[in-house]
């Protein structure tokens, strides 16, 4: 998983070197790192409708992987931008206050932070499986916020931020829908 | 690329040309694409001869004229000049044609004219990227009458020595090195002197984000992006951006009194 997870950053580093990135290699590294974090970590929230919808146990078993690649990509992503900016902390500090449009990808990586810090199993033993799964829940918000900066960073065409956007907004409905069906239903005493 | 030697004019920049595939493969011509590498594949649609412009509005020599011709009235001369994208990138592009101001002249305009508008061709048998929506086709773009005016103002039909590539706008397209690069309408077939503004298409697509006046100013970001530097293509550290794309001793007096904050 994490093998075939790292290849596109192999992938990437094997064209930057070989200058098959066109003649903005950086910009053109800055788009795929983020592309790659927003499929990821949507592929992620997939897992747990897939499984349900299917009864496959396997889509649980790569869920974290997905996550930490995703939150792995979302940083390099940050790197590379903060790399573009000569690494002046002043401007890209300015940018993140001034631009909304970097504002929320800033607060996504942010939120990505803790839940990628928390993914070990010994996490969850120290937090408590209810709190985990309240902590984990800022992968919504940070998708959404994900989503919000890759529609606002594209010029004109918004056909793959969109079709992104739709799907995010597809598996949240899929959660709605499955509470709501869950709740009549007596809750189960213990969690887990 | 051939390495030309001559003197170089009041107008042109000594710095290092960028590569000619540098030039030819990174390309906003949203009619073949909206990906930078989609014009240098798919511009070879594009029929450049025949070719006419039709001239028309306040002028009192309206015709409709071939591009052969059109070329011929002017001697041809070599301009060396920086191009900054909107996007945050620029270039340095040897361009051959000659002053839009001598274009002008010859057409007489009439005292109502105060705008040049200049069109792009519309047909998406030719221009594949025509058959989506993203922009309103065809594309427009003007200038104020005493812009065009300026000498730096230039009409293109060469790029390094050799005649323009359909990509970058053949066979005939407007440079204007003190405005962001979306001002230099390419593949035009129809030039009007009027006496209105006209609606230019960036500034219709999207009007708090590109401006008619488009001037480089790093003083005024982008909504979504810092204009305050720029990658120079080819280069890895950004480089600061200068006013009016380092033009200013030439043409900040056209815009004397008038708010560039407010006139983006």
């Given at each position: 998983m994490y093998v075939g997870g790292f290849l596109p950053a192999l992938i990437l580093l094997g064209d930057a070197l070989s200058g098959l990135l066109g003649a903005d290699p950086i910009k053109r590294a800055t788009h795929q790192t983020g592309q790659l974090a927003i499929i990821l970590l949507l592929l992620s929230l997939a897992c747990t409708p897939l499984r349900l919808l299917t009864g496959w146990t396997w889509p649980a078993r790569v869920r974290k992987a997905l996550g930490l690649l995703a939150f792995g990509y979302a940083a390099l992503h940050f790197g590379i931008y903060l790399f573009d900016q000569n690494i002046l902390l002043l401007a890209v500090g300015e940018d993140i206050v001034k631009r909304p449009f970097i504002t929320v990808g800033f607060l996504a990586l942010l939120l990505l932070a803790p839940l990628a810090w928390t993914s070990t199993r010994a996490s969850v033993k120290r937090l408590g499986f209810q709190r985990w799964t309240r902590l984990h829940r800022l992968v919504y918000l940070a998708a959404a916020l994900g989503a919000l900066h890759y529609w606002w960073g594209v010029?004109?065409?918004r056909t793959v931020p969109t079709l992104l956007a739709a799907g995010l907004l597809g598996l949240l409905l899929l959660r709605l829908v499955k509470r709501a069906a869950k709740k009549p239903a007596t809750r189960p005493t213990s969690s887990g | 690329a051939v390495t030309r030697k001559r003197a170089l004019g009041p107008?042109?920049?000594?710095e290092p040309v960028t590569s000619y595939q540098a030039m030819t493969t990174?390309?906003?011509?949203?009619?073949?694409?909206?990906?930078?590498?989609d014009p240098s594949r798919n511009a070879g649609s594009l029929r450049t001869r025949p070719w006419t412009i039709k001239i028309d509005g306040e002028v009192r020599r309206p015709q409709t004229v071939d591009i052969d011709t059109l070329q011929s009235w002017f001697p041809l001369e070599d301009r060396v000049y920086r191009m900054r994208c909107v996007e945050a990138w620029s270039m340095v592009m040897p361009w051959m044609g000659f002053p839009l101001a001598a274009l002008i002249r010859r057409l007489e305009p009439t005292g109502k004219a105060k705008y040049v508008k200049f069109t792009t061709l519309q047909d998406p048998k030719q221009m594949?990227?025509?058959?989506?929506?993203?922009?309103?086709?065809?594309y427009v773009e003007a200038l104020r009458l005493d812009e065009a005016l300026h000498p730096l103002a230039f009409m293109a039909v060469g790029l390094d020595g050799k005649i323009l590539p359909n990509q970058n706008g053949a066979p005939l397209r407007l440079v204007?090195?003190?405005?962001?690069?979306?001002?230099?309408?390419?593949?035009?077939?129809r030039i009007s002197l009027v006496s209105e503004r006209p609606k230019t298409t960036w500034a219709l697509a999207a009007p708090d984000e590109y401006g008619f006046y488009a001037n480089v100013n790093p003083a005024v970001d982008h909504p979504r992006w810092s204009q305050a530097t720029e990658r120079r293509i080819g280069e890895v550290a950004r480089r600061k951006t200068l006013p009016f794309n380092g033009y200013a001793d030439a043409v900040a007096g056209l815009y004397k009194g008038l708010d560039l904050r407010r006139n983006f």
């Amino acid at each position: 998983m994490y093998v075939g997870g790292f290849l596109p950053a192999l992938i990437l580093l094997g064209d930057a070197l070989s200058g098959l990135l066109g003649a903005d290699p950086i910009k053109r590294a800055t788009h795929q790192t983020g592309q790659l974090a927003i499929i990821l970590l949507l592929l992620s929230l997939a897992c747990t409708p897939l499984r349900l919808l299917t009864g496959w146990t396997w889509p649980a078993r790569v869920r974290k992987a997905l996550g930490l690649l995703a939150f792995g990509y979302a940083a390099l992503h940050f790197g590379i931008y903060l790399f573009d900016q000569n690494i002046l902390l002043l401007a890209v500090g300015e940018d993140i206050v001034k631009r909304p449009f970097i504002t929320v990808g800033f607060l996504a990586l942010l939120l990505l932070a803790p839940l990628a810090w928390t993914s070990t199993r010994a996490s969850v033993k120290r937090l408590g499986f209810q709190r985990w799964t309240r902590l984990h829940r800022l992968v919504y918000l940070a998708a959404a916020l994900g989503a919000l900066h890759y529609w606002w960073g594209v010029k004109q065409d918004r056909t793959v931020p969109t079709l992104l956007a739709a799907g995010l907004l597809g598996l949240l409905l899929l959660r709605l829908v499955k509470r709501a069906a869950k709740k009549p239903a007596t809750r189960p005493t213990s969690s887990g | 690329a051939v390495t030309r030697k001559r003197a170089l004019g009041p107008y042109d920049t000594s710095e290092p040309v960028t590569s000619y595939q540098a030039m030819t493969t990174y390309n906003n011509f949203y009619e073949f694409g909206l990906g930078k590498d989609d014009p240098s594949r798919n511009a070879g649609s594009l029929r450049t001869r025949p070719w006419t412009i039709k001239i028309d509005g306040e002028v009192r020599r309206p015709q409709t004229v071939d591009i052969d011709t059109l070329q011929s009235w002017f001697p041809l001369e070599d301009r060396v000049y920086r191009m900054r994208c909107v996007e945050a990138w620029s270039m340095v592009m040897p361009w051959m044609g000659f002053p839009l101001a001598a274009l002008i002249r010859r057409l007489e305009p009439t005292g109502k004219a105060k705008y040049v508008k200049f069109t792009t061709l519309q047909d998406p048998k030719q221009m594949p990227g025509q058959r989506s929506g993203v922009l309103d086709w065809p594309y427009v773009e003007a200038l104020r009458l005493d812009e065009a005016l300026h000498p730096l103002a230039f009409m293109a039909v060469g790029l390094d020595g050799k005649i323009l590539p359909n990509q970058n706008g053949a066979p005939l397209r407007l440079v204007i090195p003190w405005k962001y690069g979306f001002k230099n309408i390419k593949s035009i077939v129809r030039i009007s002197l009027v006496s209105e503004r006209p609606k230019t298409t960036w500034a219709l697509a999207a009007p708090d984000e590109y401006g008619f006046y488009a001037n480089v100013n790093p003083a005024v970001d982008h909504p979504r992006w810092s204009q305050a530097t720029e990658r120079r293509i080819g280069e890895v550290a950004r480089r600061k951006t200068l006013p009016f794309n380092g033009y200013a001793d030439a043409v900040a007096g056209l815009y004397k009194g008038l708010d560039l904050r407010r006139n983006f």
